[in-house]
T-cell receptor
Framework: EAGVVQSPRYKIIEKKQPVAFWCNPI?????LYWYRQNLGQGPELLIR????????DSQLPKDRFSAERLKGVDSTLKIQPAELGDSAVYLC????????????FGQGTRLTVV | KQEVTQIPAALSVPEGENLVLNCSFT??????LQWFRQDPGKGLTSLLL?????REQTSGRLNASLDKSSGRSTLYIAASQPGDSATYLC???????????FGKGTKLTVNP
């Protein structure tokens, strides 16, 4: 079974430029998460989808961040314009909606804003 | 607001030693608790998941316990090996949502 696939693995951009990350969750998983992980910290939730609906985006900086999940499968996370403080690892995870189901994470995208 | 704390932040042990990693959380209304491993530059790998109604789970040399009423979990690693070197993160799934709240992790180094 294929795991959660993210691309790109690494991205270096200049500040004020746009950037987009892509995530393909495990087939059949209806819950998709985007997390941001700063160096030496635990992941922090940006947005959670149930199917194609964003059910928790309270921590997404909506002035510059946007996300979508078309047809309840793949998802993209966009930053425009990027700031120096956005440098972090962006992690995508998926699971089934059920209390006992594990969340599975992708390899992450390491973003460096210079 | 749920807060998850992991102690210690870093741990260095000789190979073969048994060790315990600690995780505490402030709100006991959780669905489950999950332990993850993260290697440098990599994503998170799920190790063990304990349901809120369970007390412990075991997988190979790993044993995780949960005391929901006191807001604590421990991850016990038996006979540690250099390949166990990684950062270990615990996360709780909040009751009433599917949100995972993470601790900052414990960086483990097992020396040959």
């Amino acid at each position: 079974e294929a795991g959660v696939v993210q691309s790109p693995r690494y991205k270096i951009i200049e500040k004020k430029q746009p950037v987009a990350f892509w995530c393909n969750p495990i087939s059949g998983h209806n819950t998709l998460y985007w997390y941001r992980q700063n160096l030496g910290q635990g992941p922090e939730l940006l947005i959670r989808y149930e199917n194609e609906e964003a059910v928790d985006d309270s921590q997404l900086p909506k002035d510059r961040f946007s996300a979508e999940r078309l047809k309840g499968v793949d998802s993209t996370l966009k930053i425009q314009p990027a700031e120096l403080g956005d440098s972090a690892v962006y992690l995508c995870a998926s699971s089934l909606i059920a209390p006992g189901m594990r969340a599975f994470f992708g390899q992450g995208t390491r973003l460096t804003v210079v | 607001k749920q807060e998850v704390t992991q102690i210690p932040a870093a741990l260095s042990v000789p190979e073969g030693e048994n060790l315990v990693l600690n995780c505490s959380f402030t709100d006991s209304a959780i669905y489950n608790l999950q332990w993850f491993r993260q290697d440098p530059g990599k994503g998170l790998t799920s190790l063990l998941l304990i349901q809120s109604s369970q007390r412990e789970q075991t997988s190979g040399r790993l044993n995780a316990s949960l005391d929901k009423s006191s807001g604590r979990s421990t991850l016990y690693i038996a006979a540690s090996q250099p390949g166990d070197s990684a950062t270990y993160l615990c996360a709780v799934k909040e009751g009433g949502s599917e949100k995972l709240v993470f601790g900052k992790g414990t960086k483990l180094t097992v020396n040959p």
